[in-house]
């Protein structure tokens, strides 16, 4: 599953470059959105149907790519619909799509687009993770891998070529606060993809999505602390900032 998702990482990212960069996305809206959010998420899905010969004997909802699958759905819709206004409100996140259905400010398409990006997350923070233990790093190595992934992500979206579907007012509050706020996230993550890779046959499915489900909703309950403790030190919170197609006044071109 991990190889697989390894080499859907370059597909699905040369077609959000082409959907972004060319200018289909302004003019696209909801159905073909959520056709677009529907075709990545299947491509990081559906793999997980077809049994690893070393699991052809173990039943299905305890497979390591159908847990590792369920635990990165979970996690994609739980951030988009619990950590996505604290990037509108705190980090000063912006959308322009043209689309009407969304959840709480959020275009709804991007809930399964996510699916495909945290499949990519999550083999690269592993892979990282291996690398960084096997060089002696340690616990230190669970926050790094989460971190850098972050990091690597906010400098990737901070491009002048997509500032009229997304982008950031303040980049650098971004490339600092937001990358330690969603690194949190991943780092919470992490074990609990290492614990089904590295044990396969322990556990099933249930126990993947409710351990990524209290991943979800401690970050949750950690943004709500740094929301009213940490943020108001460094940014302006506005609360239910827009978010989505507010060019005047915003980043948005």
């Known amino acids: ?96 799509f043209d689309v009407t259905i969304t959840i709480d400010r959020n275009p709804a398409f991007l809930y399964l687009v996510t699916v495909a990006y945290f499949s990519t997350y999550a083999v690269l923070c592993m892979m990282a993770l291996r690398a960084l233990r096997a060089r002696g790093m340690g616990l230190l190595a669970w926050a790094l891998a ?29 490339l600092t606060f937001g990358t330690v706020v969603y690194g949190f996230a991943l780092m919470l993550a992490l074990p609990v993809w290492m614990r089904i890779d590295e044990g396969p046959a322990r556990g099933g499915v249930l126990a993947a999505v409710a351990m990524m489900t209290l991943v979800v909703v401690v970050d949750r309950a950690v943004l709500e602390v740094v929301r009213v403790v940490v943020a108001p030190r460094v940014t302006t919170v506005v609360e239910d900032a827009p978010g989505l197609r507010d060019f005047e006044g915003s980043c948005l071109r």
């Open 1 to 96: 599953m991990e190889r697989y998702w390894l080499a859907y990482t370059p597909v699905w990212g040369v077609g959000t470059g082409l959907v972004m960069v060319s200018g289909w996305a302004e003019r696209w809206g909801d159905l073909a959105c959520m056709v677009y959010g529907v075709l990545m998420a299947a491509g990081a899905i559906l793999p997980a149907f077809r049994p690893h010969p070393s699991e052809r004997g173990v039943s299905f909802g305890r497979r390591a790519g159908v847990k590792l699958v369920a635990s990165v759905v979970v996690l994609s819709f739980g951030l988009n619909y619990l950590q996505t206004p604290f990037f509108f409100d705190v980090l000063h996140m912006h959308f322009g």
């Open 146 to 174: 989460p971190m850098a992934m972050a990091f690597f992500e906010a400098v990737l979206n901070a491009n002048p070529f997509t500032t009229r579907l997304f982008c950031y007012d303040d980049l650098t509050l971004v």
